[in-house]
Nanobody
Framework: QVQLVESGGGLVQAGGSLRLSCLAS????????MGWFRQAPGKEREFVAA????????IYADSVKGRFTISRDNAKRTVDLQMNSLKPEDTAVYYC??????????????WGQGTQVTVSS
């Protein structure tokens, strides 16, 4: 089992940057594929980015491609989301999530509590 805690959210002006971090506790963190999701008010939660256990493969939603970068440090048990050129439509609660297909956990099963990102125009 993995416990996830996000940090780094806040208020930023459009065009600015924020870096979110997710700290994981529990066993076998390096086996887990990590993802970031977000949920804006009145909308469903949506995928933002994901990174495989080794960090060599990443995937992004089209809406953030070229602006956001996901990375991980297995030694520190962290996964970060660097967000640049932020837009008001990026405003949402951002969640860190984990799954481990190699362990039979094929869906994002573990979730953090979320961190608020607000981008002002």
């Amino acid at each position: 089992q993995v416990q996830l805690v996000e940090s780094g959210g806040g208020l930023v002006q459009a065009g600015g940057s924020l870096r979110l971090s997710c700290l994981a506790s529990g066993r076998s963190f390096s086996f887990y594929e990590m993802g970031w999701f977000r949920q804006a008010p009145g909308k469903e939660r949506e995928f933002v980015a994901a990174i495989v256990w080794g960090g060599e493969n990443t995937i992004y939603a089209d809406s953030v491609k070229g602006r956001f970068t996901i990375s991980r440090d297995n030694a520190k048990r962290t996964v970060d989301l660097q967000m640049n050129s932020l837009k008001p439509e990026d405003t949402a609660v951002y969640y860190c999530a984990a799954k481990a297909p190699i362990l039979g956990i094929t869906e994002f099963k573990y979730w953090g509590q979320g961190t608020q990102v607000t981008v002002s125009s």
